[in-house]
């Protein structure tokens, strides 16, 4: 095991403000159970679970309330005992509405014992379980990418046949501004880091194994270092230059091994690389070695808005209202409170949202952190163009899709965007660059579904 | 001189032989009644009725893999013309036009937060669900308005609106609003529930004046459930267009406040 800096930089990048002092210190810290979950069925990228209860059901923690429904997708476990109120179509942070199970955690069924604290699942002895049994012990504690994007892990632990993972990469890198979860994760769970990464090594094949941190943070590269000081095999600690959105799969990827991810619908894997947060290693170590699904993730609550900045473990499902009690309460009322980061994060209306496997933050913004700006016409500056990391002319792109020509956005490779938010972040005229490329990107899927749609039509006929 | 008038005649003369040859042997036979079909639409290329533009229609009416009726701007009479052109029977069709199921202006329905994004639904609409407290209401940000073919959208504090004289029921604006709240509804109902938010009536009345809250009163002054009048979802009532109301009277019954006689926009152009 040694420790290297990483010879690679990509192009573009910015340097947000990072203000993760504001959490940085704070442990940590389990909260209490919350009278009410709201445990969405769409908790992952791909199709969202099919739920498996009705109101008025007594559900016990780790009980399967909704199935995995279809290939990229998880199964979702209750996070906490207790009665089904309703079943509804609930506001997720990224706008859409999907099912989810609304929990009355104080409920107990008349008659019956608390229920017992035990593992959920079966611990596993990960040096004897098989591939399989390991695979299918992670899909059944419905773990995905804690990162944000939610993909499922055993699909991504799974290549397909003829593709075989050279490279696994631990992301540690947390570019994110305020957001110091993973961090946490990392000075604190670094055993279980370890643990996780032989299971994944086992189940990969034994791949070379990076753990990229950005240099910002020393204490996590000593903690790893520890932790990682005796394992055996090709183990290296990649310690990258301090620069957003470092913490993209693919600019990992190129961070820590050299190599280019070509354009979608290519996957790391094409290029021999898997990539996964820190917070889902952790999770894969609990699920085999102690049984415990995916119940619960630590959250940071943070900003100049709330009285306590926070690492919160809390279990998902809880609603964002509750997590800001728990830190004491807003200190001013919030500008602007935003699920995740500042740069790629979601601008929330309404705390009775709550949290998924992938809601790494909570931001609450005072109005002194918030600018209200008006957009005005591209000045032909370029600095989106200096900023994009995925080297994509933005300006180019936005003016075609505010003319409406997605096709030339299409040809500008706007499929390649990966909405890290450079381009808008650094734009003098204030043009929401990221929203009119999330727009060509969206049009362009729904395009693409309904040809698809059209070709599995016309080849029935 | 005469070798220049013999040349260009000669060449002239080869050239009139080669196109005559052409003429017969090359020439593309079209259905002479495609022209007279393309010239029976309207023109109006707007592709409410599934293909490609009015002459993608006729083509397919000539091939006769298009029931005729399927223009909606051309309604009766183009239907008609297209039969006697064709002589198959025209299909009967009525004028439909669209309908905006949202009356929740800026005054009545709250806005939750500050949207200065893109200008347009389908955006707002993925970013936190929009800035309407109703998740299920017309955003305003004029998605509809860009796509109408015939400019009969427009927009007026904060709510789309449909101008029946001008609307050719095409249909795209149903395709593009994100929160699915348009509706084509036969030009020739009178009477609206203008909401769309099937949540529970204190539910509904925490973000918008004017939501519907399911309380059947518009089926009970309408005759009752026999009459069939109304269907609800959920807690939301919907006009029963194959069998419209039409006594006026409800719509100032309706406590919600959510009813409308015609709320088509008929003037600003």
């Not at chain 1, 008025?56 to 995995?68: A, I, L, N, P």
């Not at chain 1, 996957?267 to 290693?281: H, K, Y």
């Not at chain 2, 905006?100 to 709250?110: D, H, Q």
Request: glycine share 10%.
């Amino acid at each position: 095991m040694k420790t290297v800096k990483s010879p690679f930089k990509f192009s573009g990048g910015v340097h947000p403000d990072y203000n993760k002092e504001l959490a940085r210190e704070q442990p940590i810290e389990r909260m209490p159970l919350p009278a009410e979950l709201v445990i969405s069925m769409s908790q992952h990228l791909g199709a969202p679970a099919k739920c498996l209860v009705k109101a008025g059901d007594f559900v016990k923690r780790g009980q399967v309330v909704g199935e995995k429904n279809g290939f990229i997708s998880v199964c979702v476990r209750a996070s906490a005992s207790g009665k089904v109120k309703a079943v509804e179509k609930r506001l997720g942070p990224a706008g859409g509405k999907a099912d989810a199970i609304i929990l009355d955690t104080a409920a107990k069924p008349e008659g019956e014992q608390e229920p017992e604290n035990g593992p959920i699942l079966q611990p596993l002895d990960w040096k004897t379980a098989s591939r399989e049994d390991l695979l299918k012990r992670i899909e059944e504690a419905g773990i995905c990418g804690m990162g944000g994007a939610g993909f499922p892990t055993s699909v991504k632990l799974n290549p397909p046949p003829g593709k075989r993972c050279e490279y696994l990469v631990l992301n540690g890198a947390e570019c994110e501004p305020y957001l110091t979860a993973d961090y946490r994760v990392m000075l604190e769970k670094a055993p279980r880091i370890r643990l996780g990464v032989e299971i994944m090594r086992k189940i990969l094949g034994g791949p070379a194994v990076r753990i990229a941190i950005e240099a910002n943070k020393p204490e996590a590269i000593k903690a790893m270092e520890a932790a990682f000081a005796d394992i055996d095999g090709n183990v290296e600690i990649v310690v990258l230059p301090v620069l957003y959105p470092q913490g993209s799969e693919k600019h990992q990827i190129y961070a820590t091994v050299g190599r280019i991810v070509p354009e979608p619908p290519a996957l790391p894997i094409d290029v021999g690389c898997v990539v996964e947060n820190v917070g889902t290693v952790a999770a894969i170590a609990d699920a085999v070695e102690l049984g415990e699904p995916l119940l619960e993730r630590v959250t940071t609550v943070s900003g100049d808005a709330v009285a306590t900045p926070k690492n919160i473990l809390a279990p998902c499902g809880t609603k964002y209202s509750d997590l800001v009690a728990f830190c004491g309460g807003e200190k001013t009322p919030p500008a602007k409170v935003i699920s995740g980061g500042t740069m790629m994060g979601f601008a929330v209306s309404t705390l009775e949202i709550s949290t998924t496997k992938t809601t790494s933050g909570l931001l609450l913004l005072s109005p002194k952190r918030v600018t209200q700006y008006v957009s005005q016409a591209c000045i032909n500056c370029g600095r989106c163009v200096r900023a994009c990391p995925m080297c994509l002319n933005a300006a180019e792109i936005a003016k075609a899709v505010e003319s409406d020509d997605i096709k030339a956005a299409e040809d500008a490779h706007v499929m390649s965007c990966i909405e890290c938010g450079a381009c808008s972040f650094s734009c003098p005229a204030y043009r929401p660059i990221t929203q009119f490329c999330r727009r060509a990107k969206n049009s362009i899927r729904a395009r693409m579904a309904a040809e698809k749609a059209k070709a599995a039509a016309a080849a029935k006929k | 001189m005469t070798i220049a008038i013999i040349c260009i005649a000669s060449v002239g003369l080869v050239a009139a032989v080669v196109l005559a040859i052409a003429d017969k042997y090359l020439s593309v036979k079209e259905d002479p009644r495609i022209g007279m079909v393309t010239a029976a639409l309207p023109g109006a290329n707007c592709g409410g009725c599934g293909f490609p533009g009015c002459d993608g229609y006729a083509r397919a009416l000539v091939a006769g893999t298009a029931p005729n009726g399927a223009c909606a701007a051309g309604g009766e009479a183009c239907a008609a013309a297209i039969a006697k052109i064709l002589g198959v029977e025209a299909t009967a069709t009525e004028k439909r036009v669209a309908l905006v199921k949202c009356c929740g202006t800026r005054s009545e329905a709250i806005r939750v937060g500050d949207y200065n994004g893109i200008c347009d639904c389908n955006v707002a609409a993925a970013t936190a669900g929009g800035d309407k407290g109703c998740t299920y209401g017309c955003l305003g940000y004029g998605a509809c308005a860009n796509v109408c073919p015939k400019g009969a959208i427009s927009i007026s504090d904060g709510l789309a609106k449909v101008d029946k004289r001008l609307c050719i029921g095409c249909g795209k604006c149903v395709t593009v609003c994100p929160k699915k709240l348009i509706e084509l509804v036969p030009a020739s109902a009178t009477i609206h529930v203008l909401c769309n938010n099937p949540d529970k009536g204190p539910t509904v009345r925490k973000v918008c004046g004017v939501g519907c809250m399911g309380c059947h009163l518009c089926e009970k002054n309408s005759g009752g459930k026999e009459a069939g009048h109304f269907t609800f979802d959920g807690f939301l009532a919907k006009v029963n267009y194959a069998n419209p109301p039409t006594d006026a009277q409800i719509v100032a019954k309706c406590p919600a406040k959510c009813m409308s006689e015609d709320p088509h926009f008929e003037s600003g152009h």
